[in-house]
């Protein structure tokens, strides 16, 4: 069983002053994935909810000091459940039930770092095997096969490919690392230079924060320095990867994918109308 880590460490300073005492991954969308009726959840229930109907059971939270209302949530609470009634707490039983029935691994990160040190700081967790990488402040909505189950597809075509990236063409780069690419066949890339957020991007593409990695992206985390905004970018690691000539490989969002991302008021305001409309 593949392994995953759920990032949800950031301080979501552009969504102040609703984030000073409320992770960002926290903020709430619109669901009708998991119930008859359309409700409100937090998005990183979303995202865990989404993975274990996927039959992903085995998860690695890494979260900030100040983000103790995650583990609140994701711990089964059997008083408040017995004052509830009707569908909610038929809802909330079978989101504990799913918990239950999930092993839960909580990582803390101190000091804001960057993705790259919440990454790092999981090696305990995922020793030698293979996992995925999931920013609790982003999921995919999809009609089809999901892209992370595409990574995967992926992964088992080309044992020898060290990380896979998922990436979507984007009309601003700031937000984004940005691959530089070349087409294997359709849908399927060879990524030869990743740079984040860079002044003059060389490509079309943004790289998504939901990644598949072997474990060798460990050693590189190590070998990195503070890089944008002071912090460790795991697009950095990336890149050490492929200046080591190990294969870096990238699928793209298809057409009927939708990203919902909450890191900025913009975005938010996106996320909020796209999971209404599909809720």
């Not at 409700?39 to 979303?46: A, D, E, K, S, T």
């Not at 189950?149 to 940005?178: F, T």
Request: charged share 30%; proline share 5%.
């Amino acid at each position: 069983m593949t392994k995953i880590v759920i990032t949800a460490a950031g301080k979501g300073t552009r969504l102040l002053p609703f984030t000073k005492e409320m992770p960002k991954e926290m903020m709430p969308i619109f669901s009708q994935m998991f119930s008859s009726k359309k409700v409100v959840i937090p998005l990183l229930q979303y995202v865990y909810e989404q993975l274990y109907s996927m039959n992903f059971r085995d998860y690695c939270f890494v979260v900030g000091r100040e983000k103790r209302s995650i583990e609140d949530h994701f711990t089964p609470h059997e008083s408040y459940l017995r004052d509830l009634d009707g569908e909610y707490k038929t809802i909330m039983k079978k989101f504990y039930q799913k918990l239950e029935k999930s092993h839960l691994v909580w990582i803390n990160q101190n000091k804001p770092l960057g993705f790259g040190d919440a990454v790092r700081r999981s090696e305990k967790y995922v020793g030698s095997e293979d996992f995925i990488v999931h920013a609790g402040d982003v999921t995919i909505l999809s009609n089809l096969k999901h892209p992370i189950m595409r990574l995967i597809d992926i992964a088992k075509k080309n044992p020898d490919a060290k990380a896979i990236l998922l990436c979507k063409k984007v009309k601003d780069s700031k937000r984004y690392g940005v691959p530089t690419v070349e087409k294997i066949s359709n849908g399927l890339f060879s990524v030869k230079e990743v740079i984040e957020k860079p002044e003059k991007p060389k490509s079309e593409f943004g790289i998504l924060p939901l990644y598949y990695f072997r474990a060798e992206i460990f050693s590189n985390l190590k070998k990195i320095k503070p890089g944008k905004g002071k912090e460790f970018q795991l697009t950095d690691a990336i890149q050490k990867m492929i200046q080591q000539k190990q294969k870096v490989l990238a699928i793209i969002l298809n057409k009927n994918e939708e990203e919902v991302d909450v890191g900025t008021v913009k975005s938010y305001r996106d996320a909020q109308d796209i999971t209404f409309r599909k809720a």
